[in-house]
């Protein structure tokens, strides 16, 4: 018997409120959207983030919050309300951003539930899956920000651990890792040092982000065997890869058409983007297999473009997962009672309060 099962993987993240112009038209075992669901937290962006994820074609989502999802981080949410002098009226509050734990009850709703949408804390979970695997994966949607004042935030002088553990399939966060598809417009590099580290140290079949809207893309990375039997730093993206040995699938810096591109370059760029099209999102799946343990395939999978309108595409990936024995049909895509979490520590996100002022103003009577 086969001890391995082939699982399909449909990734987003950064959708922003806005339905999906890119409709993936494979079946995928399990979709996974790595956070920013909304522009503004407001009820209605998380109502199309509902739909959206409604009409995947997966019977298992899993979903993290971002920077912007700040009303599912209360903490936040308070601090911004209380920031703002005159307070804004109870009624204008809840009408666009709904009560306290509202945002977060739509998506853990009866209705969220039939669909397969599980809506995840920071923390470790297993999932038993349709298709007779078991599934791992480490969620976080904190973010690093020098004001702090988005959702699931903290400062650079904090820092934030990661409690990722080996033998996790999957890492699913907001944040990119420093040094991997996470490079600014500007070309800074924004991710985070510490989940390198963690990342590096537990070596997942896939880790999956969003945040770095330019970064889109995806990237196989080969581990060193030496870095991982030197423990005298933390493992950083300059001693931890193998470079020779790894692989660039795509990013939007290859497909993109440049003025020096030759006719045949050009071409050839447009026939693949037109395949993506076509397909509805970019394939990391076949002639992509991932050596457990070895390799890691990093996915920066946001949807929102840099221009007005743009969108990017959603990736497939195909991992190999444990089989298991499922007691019955009833528990399968059903969180395993293992499941783990973090705790409850809760950040911060954006709507910044000369926004919501102006909201204020314009229906003060």
């Not at 209605?44 to 971002?66: D, M, N």
């Not at 809840?94 to 009850?105: P, T």
Request: net charge negative; glycine share 6%.
């Amino acid at each position: 018997m086969t001890t391995k099962i082939s699982t399909r993987l449909l990734i987003m993240s950064d959708t922003h409120g806005e339905e999906m112009k890119h409709k993936c038209v494979a079946d995928a075992d399990v979709a996974i959207h790595c956070g920013d669901l909304t522009e503004e937290s407001k009820l209605h962006e998380f109502k199309t983030a509902l739909q959206t994820l409604q009409s995947v074609r997966a019977p298992l989502k899993l979903v993290i919050a971002g920077n912007h999802d700040f009303t599912l981080d209360i903490p936040a949410f308070k601090r911004k309300l209380s920031a703002i002098d005159p307070p804004l009226e109870d009624a204008l509050v809840k009408r666009e951003y709904g009560n306290f734990g509202e945002a977060r009850a739509l998506l853990e709703s009866e209705e969220a539930k039939a669909a397969g949408i599980h809506l995840l804390d920071e923390g470790t979970h297993t999932f038993q899956l349709a298709n007779g695997s078991t599934l791992t994966v480490f969620a976080s949607p904190y973010t690093c920000s020098l004001s702090a004042d988005g959702g699931f935030q903290y400062r650079p002088d904090e820092e934030h651990e990661w409690p990722l553990q080996p033998g996790t399939d999957i890492a699913i966060t907001h944040s990119p890792p420093l040094g991997v598809l996470d490079r600014t417009g500007d070309g800074k590099r924004a991710g985070s040092p510490s989940l390198f580290a963690a990342v590096a140290s537990a070596r997942p079949q896939v880790h999956c982000f969003g945040h770095i809207h330019e970064s889109w893309g995806a990237k196989k990375i080969h581990w060193r065997e030496e870095a991982a039997a030197a423990d005298s730093s933390p493992p950083t993206h300059f001693t931890s890869i193998d470079n020779d040995r790894s692989l660039l699938i795509e990013s939007l810096a290859r497909m993109t058409v440049k003025p020096t591109d030759t006719v045949e370059t050009k071409s050839e760029k447009e026939t693949r983007v037109a395949a993506y099209t076509a397909n509805g999102h970019c394939s990391a799946a076949s002639g992509h297999e991932i050596q457990a343990g070895a390799q890691t395939l990093f996915v920066n999978a946001a949807i929102e473009g840099s221009e007005e309108g743009m969108q990017q595409f959603p990736w497939l990936v195909d991992i190999k997962l444990p089989r298991t024995v499922v007691s019955s049909d009833s528990d399968k895509g059903r969180p395993s009672k293992k499941r783990k979490r973090a705790g409850e520590r809760l950040g911060s996100a954006r709507i910044d309060a000369e926004e919501l002022d102006w909201l204020y103003k314009a229906i003060k009577p």
